[in-house]
């Protein structure tokens, strides 16, 4: 059985860099199968327009297999597009009808600057893992593996969490742009293992701030970035996050109190 | 050239721990005044980035990502080997070093396989510290899962994204000394070339992704730990940007190239759907572990899988292989799926893919059971294919996905060139002719965090190094030569795109230099490779300039590098008169089709020597020895 084709038209974001203006423009994609990945069908758009002589559409994306992160942009107005837990690379036309116009824009937040087109810096978000979101341990002075036993449950919670991408989709779908889920993420999944607990508080305290510092909007729960999560990282991570900081909180103000650091 | 691979004398268990006691130190307050440049952020890169700036050094890591989380590494799946034997089934350091051997065809350095067997243990603990969520039993215990090439249960997971897991363990340490100031990361810059000073590697030349800026950076030593070189086939199972521009440059600078046509073939893959293909995507070998692969016994059968009945069916590696069965090393089991579907006995629309098939597991343990086990990769086999791996067999086929060979590197990591070292997947050392699977993350993560840590220092306690910054003249050459380059490329302004001369060079080397190497055809490569090359670099088309974000730049730089890399890959393996591993030479093979080495003429590594543009380069040979493990036909029957 041969798969299906359909014709779509593109409107993209082009901008061509980040002082320039940008403007949405239109494109044809002829023939598109419905066994292409999104980023295949932009591919062959992008084959097309060098050899007419125009600049391609930059775009973002490393692994093409959901896990690095990398890719990811608005397709009429939904993160990642219309496909659950799904990355932008792992997206496929059977998804698409023939005939379909699609609006690709860049994420949209302060803490993100458009760099090109589709493509934003994203470094705010290693700037808060700076900021605490590690275990501090000497390389090489680790006990066994063993010795600390982690129970299947915590484990498996702190996988869940683990699993986010750092991809930005939660902060492009969230109406305030807030960071929360991706903080929150990294916050439990650390926070939920033994060996993340000598660090908690300070971890907790620290990465919020990070938050702050770096122009993301605060989080009100409208829960848009869970439905947007290609990893379908849960509310309850934030949650979470909120519980510890709460508490880092209040400790820390009693060891001010007590005058320690 | 001179191969010194320092091996240490003696016995192979304490080899390590006398040469740790025989390196010389950097006192701890002197390291902040040294300088070191690593290239690559992946769990090579990151992990030594890591450990180096936590020991005072002042570290500059490199990645052309975003960030540092998005190296390759990211992508593993399977698991990561250690010798732990936690499941008290006969594990031990000597049989993972032994199957390791064993598994690389006799052509890995036995003391370098030896050290990582004993760095295993070491890896789970520093990850399982740093929060890695691997697998756990009821019990709150590490969890084991078998691999490929062994018949004990030492693979540690975290479902099916143990590179993604330990890869965020390394960069969650990277950040931690990025935040303590120790280390300088510099995302989306690619290193362009190699500085040498005085016959000594003293710095980089690197170009921003966003800016276009050319720049200049020195330092006392340079890691290179920038990955595989396997999309040098154009599709393959490794990340779009996987390149070998870091190497190939360092190369042409003076590292030898050792093996570069050992590469990895592997089985599992999902089949290739239509020509806008962009890359291949990989199914865990784990999956082996509860799915039975096999094609119908006649050919043509355009039957349904469901409606050919077990009597139809050929289990072929179970029937040739009874002991490994669907557990046979990656190279046998893709030559014999490779075998099948040539005889005509191929499935799904190409006929280029075999059944790899869950109904017995799932009506043995349950859905769920296997749910919880490969979850993510059954969804990721349906959002491609749109099939359902619950209730028909996934189809799948071979396909590119690691490279052993690499730059030349001595017992200590170092390469031909004083002051460069090289980790990671980017190296030679350890895997011989074929890499046992979930023995790459090991590989990295051993190199990194527990062998360069020491052997960094002592090249710069026993070396005499002279202040050098960006202002000497050799800085200046290189960035002329860069810009040059880069320049070049833009002005050809030719009729094809980059990437169709990418295509076109990886179906040459799939053709030639995959699964199946002949002379004939490895001969004739060589000589398409040479035309492609040359109206490459009369009839690309690189649009846009060099001062800003340019993909299509940058991708113009990578695959120019592979079209040299891609001749060289072809003269190695057109040389290398035997089969062994992943290399099989169809000339060589036994009556019932098992690669046949040549011990007696090929017991070698292979290292080239780059000896100019459009010249023969020089083949060097390190001897191997095998003292522990005795050479002898692999047999997994
Ligand atoms: C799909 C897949 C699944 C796998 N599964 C497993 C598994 O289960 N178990 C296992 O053991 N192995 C597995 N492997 C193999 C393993 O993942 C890799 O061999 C290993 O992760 C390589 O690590 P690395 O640190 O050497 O390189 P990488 O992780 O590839 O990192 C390379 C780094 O170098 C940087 N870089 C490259 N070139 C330049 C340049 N010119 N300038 C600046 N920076 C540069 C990149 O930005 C990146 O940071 C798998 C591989 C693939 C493709
Ligand atoms: S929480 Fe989800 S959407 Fe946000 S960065 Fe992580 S994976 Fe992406
Ligand atoms: S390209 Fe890696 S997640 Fe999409």
């Known amino acids: 059985m041969k798969p299906a084709s359909m014709n779509l038209t593109l409107h993209v974001w082009r901008q061509a860099n980040a002082a320039a203006p940008g403007r949405m423009e239109r494109y044809d994609a002829p023939n598109v199968s419905e066994d292409m990945s999104f980023l295949e069908m932009l591919d062959v758009v992008n084959e097309q327009l060098i050899s007419d002589g125009k600049e391609p559409i930059a775009f973002e994306h490393d692994c093409r297999e959901g896990i690095c992160g990398s890719c990811g942009f608005m397709v009429n107005g939904v993160a990642h597009g219309p496909q659950k837990g799904t990355t932008i690379c792992q997206l496929h036309m059977r998804h698409f009808k023939d005939g379909e116009e699609l609006f690709l824009e860049p994420w949209r937040a302060t803490a993100f600057p458009v760099l090109k087109d589709l493509v934003v810096d994203r470094a705010a978000f290693d700037r808060i893992i700076a900021a605490g979101g590690y275990v501090s341990v000497r390389t090489g002075s680790a006990p066994d593996g063993n010795a600390i036993s982690v129970p299947k449950e915590a484990a498996d919670i702190a996988m869940d969490a683990a699993a986010c991408i750092g991809c930005g989709a939660c902060v492009a779908a969230c109406p305030n742009a807030a960071a929360a889920l991706f903080t929150g993420a990294k916050i439990s999944h650390l926070g939920t293992l033994p060996q993340g607990q000598a660090e908690r508080s300070r971890r907790a305290l620290r990465m919020v701030e990070q938050l702050s510092l770096e122009q993301f909007g605060s989080c009100t729960n409208i829960g848009e970035c869970v439905a947007a999560c290609p990893k379908q990282i849960p509310l309850e991570m934030i949650a979470r996050m909120n519980r510890d900081h709460l508490k880092a909180a209040w400790t820390s103000r009693g060891e001010h109190r007590s005058g320690g650091e | ?637």
Not at chain 2, 382 to 387: C, L, Q, V
Not at chain 2, 478 to 503: C, P, W
């Open chain 2, 1 to 637: 050239m001179k191969l010194d691979s320092r091996i240490p004398s003696g016995p192979i268990e304490q080899a390590w721990d006398k040469s740790r006691f025989d390196m010389k130190l950097v006192n701890p307050a002197n390291k902040r005044k040294f300088s070191v440049i690593v290239v690559g952020s992946g769990l090579a890169g990151g992990s030594a980035a890591a450990s180096l700036g936590e020991l005072g050094y002042n570290v500059k890591c490199f990645c052309f990502q975003d960030s540092p989380r998005r190296a390759h590494s990211i992508a593993a799946q399977g698991g990561i080997n250690a010798a732990k034997n936690y499941q008290n089934d006969g594990d031990s350091i000597y049989r993972l070093f032994y199957d390791t051997v064993k598994g690389g065809d006799f052509r890995a350095r036995e003391y370098n396989v030896y050290r990582l067997a004993q760095n295993s243990v070491n890896i789970i603990d520093q990850c399982v510290a740093q929060g890695v969520p691997f697998a756990r039993e009821y019990g709150g215990a590490l969890a084991n899962r078998s691999f490929g090439g062994a018949q004990v249960s030492r693979t540690f997971y975290a479902r099916g994204q143990t590179g993604q897991q330990l890869l965020l363990g390394a960069y969650q340490a990277l950040e931690a000394q990025v935040d303590a100031g120790s280390v300088k990361m510099y995302t989306r810059t690619e290193m362009l070339d190699l500085v040498i000073i005085n016959g000594k590697a003293r710095g980089i030349v690197t170009r921003n992704l966003v800016t276009g800026q050319i720049e200049s950076h020195a330092a006392d030593a340079v890691i290179l730990a920038t990955g595989g070189y396997g999309n040098v086939f154009y599709l393959s199972t490794n990340a779009k940007g996987s390149n070998c521009t870091a190497i190939w440059r360092a190369h042409k600078r003076g590292a030898a190239f050792a093996n570069p046509c050992f590469t990895q073939i592997h089985p599992t893959c999902i089949p290739v759907s239509g020509d806008y293909q962009s890359k291949l995507t990989l199914m865990s070998e784990s999956l082996r572990n509860d799915g039975r692969i096999w094609v119908p016994l006649k050919g043509g059968d355009k039957r349904a899988p469901s409606q050919i009945p077990e009597n139809e069916r050929d289990y072929y590696l179970e029937r040739r292989y009874p002991s490994f069965g669907n557990l046979v090393p990656r190279d046998v089991a893709s030559r014999a799926a490779k075998a099948v579907c040539d005889e005509g006995r191929g499935v799904g629309e190409t006929g280029l893919g075999v059944y790899l098939d869950f109904a017995d597991s799932i009506n043995r343990l349950g859905r769920s059971a296997i749910e919880e086990r490969y979850g993510n990769l059954f969804e990721m086999y349906n959002r491609i294919t749109g099939e359902d791996p619950y209730t028909a067999p996934m189809r799948i086929y071979p396909a590119i996905h690691y490279t052993m060979g690499g730059l030349w590197v001595d017992y200590q990591l170092m390469s031909t060139i004083p002051g460069m070292f090289v980790l990671g997947e980017a190296n030679f050392s350890d895997h011989g002719a074929n890499r046992l699977g979930a023995s790459a993350l090991m590989q990295g993560l051993s190199d990194g965090y527990f062998v360069i840590p020491y052997t960094l220092g002592n090249y710069l306690a026993s070396n005499k190094l002279e202040k050098v910054d960006t202002s000497a003249p050799e800085f200046a050459a290189v960035t002329k030569e860069v810009n040059d380059l880069v320049a070049q490329m833009l002005s050809i302004k030719g009729k094809r795109t980059v990437s169709s001369y990418h295509r076109e060079l990886g179906k040459i080397m799939w053709d030639n230099c995959g699964m199946g190497r002949n002379a004939a055809g490895l001969s004739n490569a060589i000589t398409q490779i040479q035309g492609l090359r040359h109206e490459f670099w009369n009839n690309v088309n690189v649009p846009g300039s060099g001062e800003d974000l340019n993909q299509q730049l940058e991708n113009a730089g990578r695959v120019a590098d592979f079209l040299e890399l891609g001749e060289l890959m072809c003269r190695d393996a057109l040389h290398r008169n035997e089969s062994c591993g992943g290399h099989f030479r169809e000339e060589y093979q036994t009556e019932e089709g098992e690669a046949m080495r040549d011990d007696e003429n090929f017991q070698y590594a292979a290292a080239w020597e780059y000896a100019g543009q459009d010249t023969e380069p020089i083949l060097n040979k390190e001897p191997l020895a095998f003292d522990y493990v005795h050479p002898a036909q692999r047999s997994y029957k």
